[in-house]
């Protein structure tokens, strides 16, 4: 099993229908169907404009022709109390459950961390479930303990994230303390 990157400025209706698929059986929400996820994936970067290292992109592992492990690395530009800073969003990281205890989801995490170790991006920022926790702070990352908010929500002061847990890469660096305003929605 290879893995592949998917570039998101590219993608095809298709593709962004297989990765949909995936994402509305992992993470079901009400009123959240294939047709709107695939819809979303399909049309948010077809017009990034941006530097060509930062660009939007999937990494994935296939069986048989079905993608079986994904993340997702995009960039977002969060503000600190020390000004604007673009990270890596790490986002979308599944394995389908046939699969799991292949070191899969490791291989398409470090692949997206890859670009932070490479000095493409400062940091990667993300959410989890404490009982994922382990599994990143394994690959290097820890704990973001600021107060997280989205300066362009109604509620200013709620959390933005749906996760209990935010992250980032790599646990080592000058990551800034105090507030940081996500300036748009959770990923």
């Given at each position: 099993?290879?893995?592949?990157?998917?570039?998101?400025?590219?993608?095809t209706e298709p593709q962004a229908r297989e990765l949909a698929t995936h994402l509305v059986a992992i993470w079901p929400r009400p009123g959240r169907t294939v047709d709107t996820r695939t819809?979303?994936?399909y049309g948010r970067w077809?017009?990034?404009?941006?530097?060509?290292?930062e660009y939007p992109r999937s990494f994935i592992?296939?069986?048989?022709?079905?993608i079986v492990a994904h993340s997702q690395a995009?960039?977002?530009t969060i503000r600190t109390k020390?000004?604007?800073?673009?990270?890596?969003a790490l986002c979308r990281v599944f394995t389908v459950p046939e699969v799991r205890g292949k070191s899969l989801g490791r291989t398409v995490v470090?692949?997206?961390f890859k670009l932070v170790d490479d000095g493409v991006f400062p940091f990667s920022l993300f959410q989890t479930k404490e009982e994922v926790r382990p599994f990143y702070e394994k690959l290097g990352?820890?704990?973001?303990?600021?107060?997280f908010c989205n300066s362009l929500a109604d509620d200013r002061t709620a959390t933005p994230w749906w996760d209990p847990v935010p992250m980032r890469y790599p646990a080592t660096g000058s990551w800034p303390e105090g507030e940081i305003d996500l300036d748009g929605p959770g990923w």
């Open positions: 099993m290879d893995l592949e990157i998917l570039d998101h400025r590219t993608i819809a979303d994936i077809h017009n990034y404009v941006g530097p060509e290292a592992i296939r069986e048989g022709g079905r995009d960039p977002r020390l000004g604007k800073l673009k990270v890596l470090e692949a997206a990352a820890t704990v973001a303990t600021n107060h």
